[in-house]
């Protein structure tokens, strides 16, 4: 575990090879937004029937998306001579900074994890909820007032989609008796959680879908209504910075999602067990991300009143149900 590797060195080469374990996930990450972007246009052209990029950027369009980060970062800066000049400057870096950090506690195999601490999905939970902060910043100090609609509209989504969410996870702290994520996998040696717990994988992913601002609750971007909404005034590499901490969270959500339901590195039969954990999560991990391009592909956009409904009438009321639920028969089978 990189935890233990850390533990065995002197300070200063500990935070040396912290520092460039930390730039490797970095460039991992950063190597899996530029090709989930591909997939996420192979998969939506191959479900509307249509073809995702093919005639450029190399074979199979493998170097279109590197072709648009590169596009992107010599593009010109620009911030509106109204704007507040501070805040829209560190509003980008608040947005991404969460959504790289919260990757931290997330154990890919019973060896790769950066920091196993006993209150992990907690610990997730609480930073990933800062991004809004970032959200609302650029939507106030962008002085427009699209910017800020959307701002608005991010901040009472994280709001209505949150307490669903965390609510969701209690029937698995419930089972494991621990919030400690890599003792949440070791409780699913036997079985999966989303077995065990069907509906709150399923208020999770809704819930967890609505929290990465995607189709069909992309209401704070809306581009047929808010023109991109609060990052219409960001250009370049600032505006870069809002569709990478999307996508960097899509990583973390996919992981998470692994971790909690489907067993994290564990096989799916324990005959299979001579295949490395890393194969495993990976299988899993991309599996999730498949569902979420595949939610963009088959879903329109929602209304938000819709959207406020369906948190707050649906998605609260099942998550308190299957906490009741979890706890009943969970008592049941200590006493009988």
Same mark, same amino acid.
């Given at each position: ?29 950063? *190597? ?20 995702? +990029? ?37 509003? !980008?870096?608040?947005?991404?900074? +969460? ?7 997330? +154990? ?20 990933? *909820? ?31 989609? @949150? ?13 494991? *008796? ?37 189709? +069909? ?7 047929? @209504? ?40 564990? !096989? ?34 929602? #209304?938000?009143?819709?959207?406020? @409904? ?19 028969? #969970? ?6």
């Amino acid at each position: 575990m990189v935890q233990d590797l850390l533990q065995s060195q002197p300070g200063l080469l500990n935070f040396g090879i912290f520092f460039l374990l930390a730039v490797v996930l970095l460039f991992v990450i950063l *190597g899996f937004v530029t090709y989930a972007i591909l997939a996420e246009r192979k998969v939506m052209g191959f479900m509307q029937m249509r073809y995702g +990029p093919n005639q450029v950027g190399g074979p199979w369009g493998l170097l279109q998306t590197v072709a648009d980060v590169l596009k992107l970062l010599l593009k010109e800066d620009t911030i509106p001579k109204l704007a507040d000049r501070p805040l829209f400057i560190l509003a !980008p870096v608040i947005a991404f900074a +969460p959504s790289f950090i919260v990757i931290a506690t997330i +154990p890919f195999t019973d060896k790769l994890q950066f920091a196993d601490i006993g209150v992990g999905l907690l610990y997730y939970i609480a930073v990933s *909820g800062l991004t809004t902060i970032g959200v609302v910043m650029a939507g106030w100090s962008s002085n427009n007032k699209y910017a800020l609609l959307g701002g608005m509209r991010a901040a009472a989504q994280m709001i209505s989609y @949150e307490i669903p969410l965390v609510m969701s996870v209690l029937g698995v702290i419930l089972l494991t *008796g621990s919030m400690n994520l890599n003792e949440i996998v070791a409780a699913q040696e036997n079985v999966w959680y989303i077995l065990l717990q069907p509906i709150g994988f399923l208020v999770f992913f809704i819930a967890s879908v609505a929290e990465l601002n995607r189709i +069909p609750f992309d209401l704070p971007e809306a581009e047929n @209504e808010l023109i991109a909404g609060y990052f219409v005034e960001y250009s370049g590499f600032r505006w870069a910075f809002f569709m990478l901490a999307e996508y960097v969270y899509m990583f973390a959500m996919a992981s998470l999602t692994t971790v909690l339901f489907l067993g994290g590195w564990l !096989p799916i039969f324990s005959f299979l067990d001579f295949i490395p954990g890393a194969v495993w999560f990976a299988l899993k991990f991309s599996f999730v991300v498949f569902i979420l391009l595949w939610f963009r592909s088959t879903f329109p956009r929602i #209304k938000a009143d819709q959207l406020m @409904e369906f948190g707050w009438k649906v998605l609260l009321p099942v998550a308190l149900a299957n906490i009741f639920l979890t706890a009943i028969i #969970k008592e049941l089978l200590r006493l009988f």
